[in-house]
């Protein structure tokens, strides 16, 4: 999942990047409104966090832009100080998906992000993945297989989150790279090195291993219960 934040207040933006990376999104930033303008048009993006208060391109007009010139339907989570209700009103008006009143928390900006792109993806019911005995909280970034939290770096976070969203499903090596790395593609052996770092998490108790190598294609996910919560 790529997001980019387009903020010019150097803290919030690094706090936000730490928040959404350490939770399996690739993340991008623009500190102006128009390196943001020209990203948000120019790449593909699973959600925009934009503030409107921006050196050279408000967010109001970025908003505008994205919706009536670019023709993008991105989700954008607006985040700014601005809190009247004409404030909130202008926002939707040009083409926001929901707003978030500065200073906030880290944890709602990821639950509302994640609502945004499950609506955006048609995955409106799944709130909790639950495949076998594993359980993924897709708002709060959380596994745990039995009850038992299970900690992943970010990418093997991601991983999952895929496989777990179409259980029994062959992606290919290039399928998931391209999801994962997005266009900066990584060596031959990377990947191969998140699947393995992902197994021994997931059976670190000595679950039985869910994840299948399907030899000259890729991978999937087996299970014979798979359904969100």
Same mark, same amino acid.
């Given at each position: 999942m790529r997001v980019l934040i387009i903020e010019d207040d150097a803290d919030i933006a690094?706090?936000?990047y730490d928040y959404l990376e350490n939770g399996g999104y690739e993340v991008d930033v623009a500190? +102006?409104?128009a390196m943001g303008?020209?990203?948000?048009?120019t790449q593909h993006w699973d959600a925009i966090l934009l503030d409107l208060s921006l050196p050279g391109v408000n967010g109001l007009t970025i908003c505008r832009?994205?919706?009536e010139e670019a023709r993008r339907d991105t989700p954008v989570l607006i985040l700014t100080a601005k809190d009247t209700l004409d404030d909130k009103l202008q926002g939707f008006i040009q083409g926001a998906d929901d707003y978030l009143i500065k200073p906030f928390s880290l944890k709602e900006v990821g639950a509302r992000l994640a609502a945004l792109i499950k609506r955006y993806k048609g995955q409106v019911t799944q709130a909790v993945l639950s495949c076998a005995d594993v359980r993924f909280d897709v708002s709060t970034f959380t596994v +745990?297989?039995?009850g038992r939290p299970v900690k992943l770096p970010p990418k093997c976070l991601q991983l999952l989150r895929i496989l777990?969203?179409?259980p029994n499903k062959v992606f290919g090596r290039a399928e998931l790279e391209a999801e994962v790395w997005g266009e900066q593609l990584p060596d031959s052996d990377t990947l191969r090195a998140h699947v393995y770092t992902l197994r021994r998490a997931l059976t670190a108790n000595g679950e039985d291993d869910l994840i299948e190598t399907v030899h000259g294609l890729?991978?999937?996910l087996v299970v014979d219960n798979a359904h969100p919560l």
């Amino acid at each position: 999942m790529r997001v980019l934040i387009i903020e010019d207040d150097a803290d919030i933006a690094t706090n936000l990047y730490d928040y959404l990376e350490n939770g399996g999104y690739e993340v991008d930033v623009a500190s +102006d409104g128009a390196m943001g303008l020209h990203l948000a048009v120019t790449q593909h993006w699973d959600a925009i966090l934009l503030d409107l208060s921006l050196p050279g391109v408000n967010g109001l007009t970025i908003c505008r832009k994205l919706r009536e010139e670019a023709r993008r339907d991105t989700p954008v989570l607006i985040l700014t100080a601005k809190d009247t209700l004409d404030d909130k009103l202008q926002g939707f008006i040009q083409g926001a998906d929901d707003y978030l009143i500065k200073p906030f928390s880290l944890k709602e900006v990821g639950a509302r992000l994640a609502a945004l792109i499950k609506r955006y993806k048609g995955q409106v019911t799944q709130a909790v993945l639950s495949c076998a005995d594993v359980r993924f909280d897709v708002s709060t970034f959380t596994v +745990d297989r039995g009850g038992r939290p299970v900690k992943l770096p970010p990418k093997c976070l991601q991983l999952l989150r895929i496989l777990m969203q179409s259980p029994n499903k062959v992606f290919g090596r290039a399928e998931l790279e391209a999801e994962v790395w997005g266009e900066q593609l990584p060596d031959s052996d990377t990947l191969r090195a998140h699947v393995y770092t992902l197994r021994r998490a997931l059976t670190a108790n000595g679950e039985d291993d869910l994840i299948e190598t399907v030899h000259g294609l890729g991978y999937r996910l087996v299970v014979d219960n798979a359904h969100p919560l």
